[in-house]
């Protein structure tokens, strides 16, 4: 099966599971994506650029796999003379219903309605985690009912019929190939592997960092991820207040630069507002750093149930005292971080690749003859 990939936003996770997937699928995975820059552009005028680029290739595929970040509509609207009947399956890697606004900045409800009406033309709509797909579906009739008339809230039911999970594909083996003789010598190393942004809340992270060193608490950190910021000033106060402490500062250079990194790290935390999936967390456990999350958006689902009360926390308290416990000395067992990593290994694309393949084979085949034959 030919499968055209449709991805405006071709950049740091949305680009990995684009050349992940396309790396281990058994079908042909042809790639029409614009780089991941201006989000806003490419949710207006990214189906535009992509629709002629289609055009000029000259291609025909079996089945189109498009993002959130693509307004489908118009792509199909410009491309329906040679589309008409190729089926569609839309993936959610994050949505502009439920995506958090920084401090007093106001939803503009367009971005939203994009990826409601994408999904209303999509023959399959695939969300990356049940967390995902559960708020945007208790958000839509609420985003709906902003509009003074004609709400179509019956369209609410009918798309959570065609919806459904399926889970991100991620490259973890990838990070095999980088793993060293872990020593435990010297000062545990706590990981930040996020982007440097409001959403991540990386505000919380460094006040529990400097409560820990006011107790007195040896550790050192590991600060990674990409900042789409001129001056990131959280970071750069804490390079500033804890300068003995900073093993790394910054965007690693390439995937093994990053990859050891993660190996070297002992501890990964958390303290997002907003997390669909959780592909940092995923890939520091994966590395084998021991995971402190909060209790709440898709964690709980990252990690096994009988880890809920070691790992999760509910409020600032709670994240300070498991950290203080784990770098006073009370550590997992080897046993309980190979559960971790065997938990979060199950999303390796050596696995998911199949799963993805299947069902879009069953989505060609069941939306094909009924539903686009004219």
Not at 321 to 329: E, H, K, P
């Amino acid at each position: 099966m030919e499968v055209l990939l449709i991805e405006p936003y071709f950049v740091g996770s949305h680009r990995a599971w684009v050349e992940g997937y396309t790396r281990h699928s058994r079908h042909t995975v042809r790639v029409l994506a614009l780089p991941g820059r201006f989000w806003k552009w490419r949710m207006h005028g990214g189906a535009v650029t992509l629709a002629r680029r289609f055009r000029e290739e000259d291609h025909y595929p079996d089945l189109i796999l498009a993002t959130d970040m693509l307004d489908l509509s118009t792509f199909l609207a410009l491309t329906r003379d040679v589309m008409h009947n190729v089926p569609v399956a839309l993936y959610f890697h994050e949505n502009q219903l439920t995506y958090p606004m920084r401090g007093r900045d106001k939803r503009d409800l367009h971005y939203g309605f994009i990826n409601y009406a994408s999904a209303l033309l999509a023959d399959t709509v695939f969300f990356n985690s049940a967390f995902h797909l559960e708020s945007f579906f208790e958000e839509l009739p609420h985003f709906l009912k902003h509009f003074p008339d004609y709400n179509e809230l019956n369209t609410v039911s009918q798309l959570r019929a065609k919806s459904e999970v399926l889970l991100l594909g991620l490259d973890l083996r990838r990070h095999d190939a980088y793993q060293s003789a872990r020593t435990r010598a010297g000062a545990p190393a706590i990981v930040w592997n996020h982007r440097w942004e409001y959403d991540k809340n990386p505000q919380e992270f460094f006040r529990a960092l400097y409560a820990l060193q006011g107790m007195g608490l040896e550790f050192t950190l590991i600060l990674l991820g990409e900042s789409f910021r001129v001056k990131p000033e959280e970071f750069l106060k804490a390079r500033e207040r804890l300068p003995d402490r900073v093993l790394h500062f910054g965007y690693a250079e390439d995937f093994a630069s990053y990859s050891d990194w993660l190996w070297r790290g002992d501890l990964c935390i958390s303290t997002a507002h907003h997390e669909f999936f959780g592909v940092a967390m995923a890939e520091a456990i994966y590395c084998g750093c021991y995971p402190i999350l909060p209790n709440r958006l898709v964690y709980p689902d990252l990690i096994p149930k009988e880890f809920h009360t070691a790992c999760l926390y509910d409020d600032f308290g709670g994240l300070i005292d498991r950290a203080r416990d784990f770098l006073t000395g009370e550590r997992p067992s080897d046993r309980e971080m190979v559960m971790l990593r065997e938990h979060v290994g199950r999303f390796d694309w050596s696995d998911m690749a199949a799963h993805y393949d299947r069902r879009l084979e069953e989505v060609a085949a069941a939306h094909r003859p009924q539903t686009r034959n004219r």
